[in-house]
């Protein structure tokens, strides 16, 4: 089992930055594939980025160049650094991972069925 917690949401001005830390705990390794959701009520889970065992990164369009995912492995500590901010980025933002299988196993937001998640941290961008 893994257990993952989110910190670091909070309210911030459009263009300013965020910092989200996730604690990830329990049964996971350093080859787990984990990533950063959001979600806005009553619309569908938005995968805004991924990093796999190897540190390669697979981001959303609408966050490149603005936000950075990054992991501490001797920390077990999964990071996302949000950079000029906007008002669309308004969300509960959810830390989750997933252990590889496969040769094929490809640790992107929109191809991984994550298996764990954490309870989520509100991320609010004020105009």
């Known amino acids: 089992h893994v257990q993952l917690v989110e910190s670091g949401g909070g309210s911030v001005q459009a263009g300013g930055s965020l910092k989200l830390s996730c604690s990830v705990s329990g049964d996971a390794d350093n080859e787990y594939c984990l990533g950063w959701f959001r979600q806005i009520p009553d619309r569908e889970r938005e995968g805004v980025v991924a990093?796999?065992?190897?540190?390669?990164?697979s981001h959303a369009d609408s966050v490149k160049g603005r936000f950075a995912i990054s992991r501490d492995n001797a920390k077990n500590t999964l990071f996302l650094q949000m950079n000029s901010l906007k008002p669309d980025d308004t969300a509960m933002y959810y830390c989750?991972?997933?252990?590889?299988?496969?040769?094929?196993?490809?640790?992107?937001?929109?191809?991984?069925?994550?298996?764990?998640w954490g309870q989520g941290t509100q991320v609010t961008v004020s105009s």
């Open positions: 989750a991972a997933d252990p590889p299988s496969g040769s094929d196993y490809d640790c992107r937001p929109g191809r991984v069925t994550f298996g764990y």
């Open positions: 990093i796999d065992g190897d540190g390669a990164t």
